[in-house]
Structure formats: C-alpha cells, structure tokens
C-alpha cells in the first residue's frame, strides 16, 4: 500500500503516537494493560511557529508525566510523539518503564503536534498545515524540555534521553543530531533515516520476510491470487462477483482506474500490514489483529480450500472480521472525501490527512508495487501516491515538488549518515522500514542492533516468555548502553 489505508481508519491499531508510519491509530482508548492508574493529560503552551521570532501565537501541547520511578539527581526519558494521539498506557508499561526503573527516571511523553489533542490551529488546511514540520516537532521538543528542567528543578546537567519507535524514532536520533545540548542520548528503534520518494524496497522486504516465514508455497499462493484477481478486473463481467466476494461497499467500476489502484492496494496490505507488525506484542495496547501473523495468512493461503481468489476473499474476511468491518470501502473518491476534510473534530481526523502531508512535503516513503520480484502485481505505482498529494493539498504538490523536498530532507538530517554519538539504532529483520534505516553500526557510539525474527518496534513492547532470545539480548544492550551513556 503506498499510503495509509482508506478501509482500516475506523478501527486501525494502536500504535499511531508511539510507533507507526504505517496506520493512523484507533480512535478509541485502547484497553488498560495494567492496574497501575494511568497519568491525566497535562497542557504545555508551545509556540506556533519556533522559527519566527515575531510570531508570538500559542496552543496547548498534550503531555504525560510518571515521576514514580524518579530519584532526585535520576536520568528524565522522553517518549517522543508520533502520527497518532499519544497514549497514557505507555506511561506504565512498555519497556522504556523497565529501564526507567532501572535507572530511577523522570517520564515524559510528549504529543506530537497536529496529531491527538495537540491542535496548533484552528483546522487542516493547506495554509495551516505549513506548520506541521519534523522540524517543528524537533523545536516543540526542546522548548518542552527546557520548561520541564525549570518547572521541576532539574539539574542543568540533567540527563535527558530520547525514546522513539518509526518516525518517533527517526524524530530521537534527529534531535539527538539537531539539539546536542538538550538531550544526551537517543534509544532509536525502527526509525528510517533516508527519506525516499519511491519506497519500493517496502515489497521486497514484505517479500522476503513471507518466504522466509512460510515459503516458496505462500509466494506463489499469493501471486496466484493477484493473478486471478488481475482476470476479474479486466473483464466487467468480473466486476460485480469482486463487489460479493469482497464485500465491497459499493459496486466495484473497473473502468475507474484509481479505484482499481485502491482496490489492489487494500487487498496487498492485507499481507503488508501483518508483516509489518508479524508477532508483534502489540495486544497490550488494544490491536485487534495482534494474533494474526504471516503464518495465518499463509495458512489460508495455502490451504486447499477454493481457488486462489477464494483464498485471498478469505484473508480479507479474517482481518474485516477482526476490525468489526462490515464491507470494503475501496473508492477512490471515498478516501479522498476523508482526506480532504479539514476539521480536527471531525470522524474522518484519524492522523491520514496530517501524515500524507508530512509524507508529501518531507519523506516519500511511497510504498509502490515498482519492485520486480513481488506477488501483488503492479497496480501501485509511484503516480498513484503522487496523484493523491496532489488531489489532497493541490496541483502544486507534484512530483517534483516531492522529489525536492525529499532532497531537503536528506540535506537536512544526513540521511544515513548520522554524525552524532550516544544514539542507538534497533531495527527488525522482518520489518519493512529496516530498509530505510541503518542496521549496521558505524562505531560503539552510534551502534546499531538487528534483530533477526522481529518486526517493527518489537523491542519497544513488554517482554513475554515467547520472545526470541535475539529479542531478549537487543533489550538487555540497549539498557547496557543507556546505563553506560549517562555515565559519560
């Protein structure tokens, strides 16, 4: 899928504030993980613009606080926002908390701005949303931190560390870059670093990590599938058994050829999407589909039951199922209604029209179907996500317009070539976004761990007996290199 999925916004898993960039996060509180009582929202006035000392406006910035844990003369951890509103359960549990009993920390996590309850402006528009910037995060961070160093009588030699999965992770290892002085070292997990226009490496890794799972037999399942699918949508007779066998919200036109692209592109997330977050301990926070991995699809996939298309009909009823999904929206048209709304209290503000901005004007990462050896056929190209940037915020949001911007980005941030120090890069085999990030280590003050068998953030979750031993030993080192770092 090259963006954010229109079918899943009800109902989506609840990561978005912590670790995303996939899918914008549920819309519901996710369930209590523990007894432990959870931290009230908390407001910080944060400037609008960092950037321009004249403009004076203000809003309130959302943020949580767990000073149970803390010693005086004790490090402070800052969870870092995502693309979703940030959840108060990772203020009790997670296990940034185990190394913030560990080191008798202060905890703060901080929502990221447009996203949540943090409303910097009145609405979404194209106007406002120009202040929607990694950039403006990295500033809101920092005025953040000073105000807490004053308001809670820190030490000016107080160590701060950074926390972050997926972009959070990419916004730890940049304000470690960007604001040196204000946080000492950075735990960044997941984070893709090389901003990227086409994003094609995405399907090579989904890929890999299903043969690698379960086979040469799940590849070939699955492209069988596609290939019967690609009969269906070339004939109009097709048309109306895809509209009953997909439980389509509204009959399905071929003729339309955007909607053919979405339409491709819900189905191929199925399998995305799961290996994305494969065996993930993402329950805790209330994903619904946490128990559906590559080896159930597979299963399915794989058995002998119907044919190929059958099959695939029957992998999306499982994950509709487990959305409490009636029927596919695959239109278009539809997606583009909810991500042109700009009202911050509307149904349709899942964080889709905020992160596809952010995807546009700094990062690509267009998860396209332009890589060869992949089983989903090639109905996601590289237009298709440039056409939505230009009907969501303008004509002038082109492909060269995003082309420069992410040329800017590299320029700004240096891509994967991180020049700074206490900053430790986690990544998973099996996650797709390990392929923008950095997976090898430049020297011991910049390492970096791959983790074999995992997926995105898996180290971030709380530990469980199933865990892979990899596992286990990645969450020991980052705690080792934490201990070792404010130290120094």
């Known amino acids: 899928m090259s963006l954010l999925l229109p079918w899943l916004l009800p109902v989506l898993a609840a990561l978005g504030g912590v670790c995303g960039l996939r899918r914008p996060p549920l819309l519901m509180p996710p369930p209590r993980a523990t007894e432990v009582p959870l931290p009230p929202d908390q407001w910080y006035t944060q400037r609008l613009d960092h950037f321009q000392p004249t403009d004076q406006r203000t809003w309130q910035q959302r943020y949580y606080t767990n000073d149970s844990f803390y ?102 290892a940049w304000y470690r870059l960007k604001y040196p002085h204000m946080v000492h070292a950075a735990v960044s997990t997941s984070a893709p670093l090389l901003a990227k226009t086409n994003f094609l490496e995405y399907l090579q890794v989904v890929t890999d990590s299903i043969e690698a799972k ?13 290939t019967e699918l690609e009969v269906l949508l070339a004939d109009e007779v ?68 119907g044919n190929a298309i059958d099959r695939l009909a029957q992998v999306n009823q499982l994950l509709m199922t487990a959305h409490d999904q009636q029927c596919l929206d695959h239109t278009y048209d539809s997606m583009m209604k909810q991500m042109q709304d700009v009202d911050f209290s509307s149904p349709n ?89 950095l997976t090898e280590s430049a020297d011991d003050q910049r390492p970096a761990i791959y983790i074999n068998g995992t997926a995105h953030c898996a180290n971030m ?16 080192r980052v705690g080792d290199l934490i201990g070792q770092w404010l130290q120094e």
């Not at 979750?461 to 020991?476: F, I």
């Open 71 to 172: 010693k005086p003369g004790g490090p402070v951890f800052l969870m870092i926002g995502g693309e979703g509103p940030a959840s108060p359960v990772w203020m009790v549990t997670g296990q940034w908390i185990e190394y913030a009993k560990q080191y008798n920390a202060l905890c703060f996590q901080l929502e990221h701005r447009f996203y949540g309850k943090s409303y910097p402006t009145e609405d979404m528009s194209v106007e406002n949303l120009r202040y929607l910037s990694s950039e403006q995060a990295l500033a809101d961070l920092a005025a953040f931190s000073a105000a807490m160093t004053s308001e809670y009588s820190l030490d000016a030699d107080a160590r701060w560390v950074a926390f972050g999965g997926s972009y959070p992770g990419s916004l730890a």
């Open 214 to 226: 379960s086979g040469d037999q799940c590849y070939d399942a699955i492209q069988e599938a596609f």
């Open 238 to 305: 097709g048309w109306a058994a895809l509209s009953q066998q997909f439980k389509l919200c509204s009959p399905f036109n071929g003729s339309v050829v955007l909607d053919v692209s979405n339409l491709v592109s819900n189905l191929a997330d199925l399998f995305e999407g799961t290996v994305q977050y494969n065996e993930d301990n993402r329950g805790f926070e209330g994903a619904k589909d946490a128990n559906i991995t590559i080896n159930v699809l597979c299963d399915v996939m794989t058995s002998e039951e």
């Open 349 to 437: 503000n899942s964080g889709m029209r905020q992160w596809i901005y952010q995807t546009c004007t700094e990062f690509g990462w267009y998860q396209t179907s332009d890589y060869g050896r992949q089983p989903f056929g090639h109905h996601m190209p590289l237009s298709f996500s440039v056409q939505q940037c230009m009907d969501a915020y303008g004509a002038g949001f082109n492909r060269s317009f995003i082309d420069a911007s992410v040329a800017a980005t590299n320029v700004n941030y240096g891509a994967r070539a991180l020049r700074t120090k206490r900053v430790v890069l986690v990544n998973g085999s099996i996650d797709p976004w390990h392929a923008m990030g």
């Open 461 to 476: 979750y709380p530990a469980r007996p199933e865990d892979l031993p990899d596992l286990v030993s990645a969450r020991q």
